[in-house]
């Protein structure tokens, strides 16, 4: 019985944990983005370093791994045991949970130095595409809106 429980309540956290990842490339706008104007600069790649994107860390992981742990964790002995046990394991499934969210919404990114056509330097890091490779001495143009830049070929 416990059994299609854990194994429902793990899915429905994975599903959760998947609409959280936020789209980073150069690309992809928010919604709040769309139909806004944005500002267009243009300008040189200078270097290009890869980085790690840290992962969202939000309260739907450590939530999710604290009702699995805390479940599973009832399971074994019975009485106040079940309960210690219990409590144990909602505190080791929330420290997983919170572990596992960051490690899959972790993501390759790139940090991209420009030297624009203003004279100023300035770097971007975003999301490194399959299909979209920079390279040093490129020229590129840098959109920005609300803030956010992108670049882009």
């Known amino acids: 019985m416990r059994k299609p429980i854990l194994l429902a309540a793990f899915l429905s956290g994975l599903t959760l944990l998947s ?7 150069g690309d992809s706008y928010s919604r709040e983005e ?13 270097t290009l370093r890869p980085v790690k994107i840290e992962g969202t860390k939000t309260p739907i992981g450590s939530g999710a791994g604290a009702i699995l742990g805390g479940v599973a964790g009832s399971g074994v002995g019975s009485g106040r045991g079940s309960a210690v046990v219990a409590v144990i394991g909602a505190i080791a499934g929330g420290l997983l949970g919170a ?19 203003d004279g100023s330097t300035r770097a971007y890091v975003q999301k490194v595409e399959e299909n979209e490779v920079f390279r040093v001495g490129e020229r590129v143009r840098i959109t920005t809106v609300d803030g956010t830049s992108r670049v882009n070929h």
């Open 34 to 46: 769309a139909r806004k104007v944005q500002t267009v600069r243009m300008g040189t790649i200078e």
């Open 99 to 117: 572990a596992t969210e960051e490690g899959l919404t972790r993501t390759q990114g790139v940090e991209i130095t420009v030297r624009e056509d």
């Open 19 to 25: 609409g959280c990842a936020s789209d980073l490339t």
